[in-house]
């Protein structure tokens, strides 16, 4: 099995993971490749026994990988999706993170976990991204054009509202007056657009949901639409620019642009564990169990 391992971050608790990860793959045959930057880390803190072979960027990654395993917690998720992209590889997240909605294999469960994969005693969940498309389209995105969790557009250099005029299919929906708008695939529905009263939608779900950031139209509230909704946001604000983000990043756009939303035409693969499914994530990340009267 060919295997590729990814990190942003190392920390104290690094090496005792990737020393797990070790002790499980020492049973296996296994062809491990680590991305090139965390590979410099790792090599200088020298806890590798032996050299490796890396990749650089997600050019490098193709069908012949099995498995992309990320280490961290869910922003290192997200960024693992922008190495996978349209290849299929399925991702396993090991969460060293804190809440680790995306990262679902806690430390301590590695060595129970790890072995399934071999075993083949897993499922893929596979899930929604969206692509963003405007005429004159950054080239800074470098191709990173697709959000796993959501599209935002949001305020710049200014305390104004923004006024975001919403197409659906080509119909008028709404000029949210707000600080800005969210378009949300079911994965990113647990993320920020939860965080604006977006409701949770399970990662099966065909649908998307258009959420307002604190909307000055008390009315407006979170809607949500079937995924093949071709979408259409047009800002407009007292600046010359908004923000629109893609997960964790965020690009300038000049007011009035078009920007055009849609479902892609390739899902990123997440490996989900029995017992680690999104209805025990939800439970356990959120809380849902605490309650102690039921
Ligand atoms: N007010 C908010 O809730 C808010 C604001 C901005 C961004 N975000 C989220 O953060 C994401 C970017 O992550 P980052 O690491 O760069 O930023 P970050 O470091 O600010 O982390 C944001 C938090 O959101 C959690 N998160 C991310 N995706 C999630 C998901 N699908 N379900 C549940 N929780 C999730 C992460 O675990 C982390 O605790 C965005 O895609 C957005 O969903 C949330
Ligand atoms: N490779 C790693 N090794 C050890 N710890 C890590 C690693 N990657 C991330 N972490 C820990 O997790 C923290 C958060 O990581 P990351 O930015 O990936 O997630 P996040 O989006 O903040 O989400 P979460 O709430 O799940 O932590 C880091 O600040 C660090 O403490």
Redesign the pocket.
Known sequence: MKIAIY????????QE?ISKIFTVFKNYTVEIVFESN?YKVIEEEKILQQPFPIFNSHKDLDGSFDMFI??????????AATFVRDKNIPILG??????????TVPQESIEKLLPLIFEKNYNISSRTLLSLDYEGKDESLDNLDYALNEITVSRKDTTSMITVETRLDGDYLNSYWADGLIISTPTGSTGYSLSCGGPILTPGANSLVITPIAPHNLNARPLVIPDDTYIELKVSSREEQHLVSLD?RIIAVETETILKIQKTDFKINLVEFPHEKFLDTLRKKLLWGEDKRN
């Open positions: 990190g942003q971050y190392y920390k104290e608790n690094t993971i965390f990320s280490i961290g917690g869910d922003g290192t998720m997200l960024r090991i969460n060293a993170g804190r809440l680790g909605f995306l990262a964790s």
